[in-house]
């Protein structure tokens, strides 16, 4: 097991915990730091902690064209 540790906005703190269980990790701590930041750390097997951070990555790069 493996555990990361973040400073976030709070809205892609909240993208983390709301994703987190379909990769099979776990939130091991969540605090509001002030000034719409978060920390939040999170733990589980290195492959799933990959998995799980690419995925709110590519969701944060997609784009909507009109």
Known sequence: MK???KIL???E???F???A???D???TELAVMGAGKARISISG???NLDLLV???ENENKETTSV
Do not use: D, R, V, W
């Open 21 to 23: 269980g379909k990769y």
């Open 54 to 56: 690419c995925s709110i």
């Open 45 to 47: 097997t290195e492959e």
């Open 13 to 15: 703190a909240a993208k």
């Open 17 to 19: 915990q709301k994703s």
């Open 25 to 27: 990790c776990t939130i």
């Open 9 to 11: 906005p709070l809205n």
């Open 3 to 5: 555990e990361i540790t």
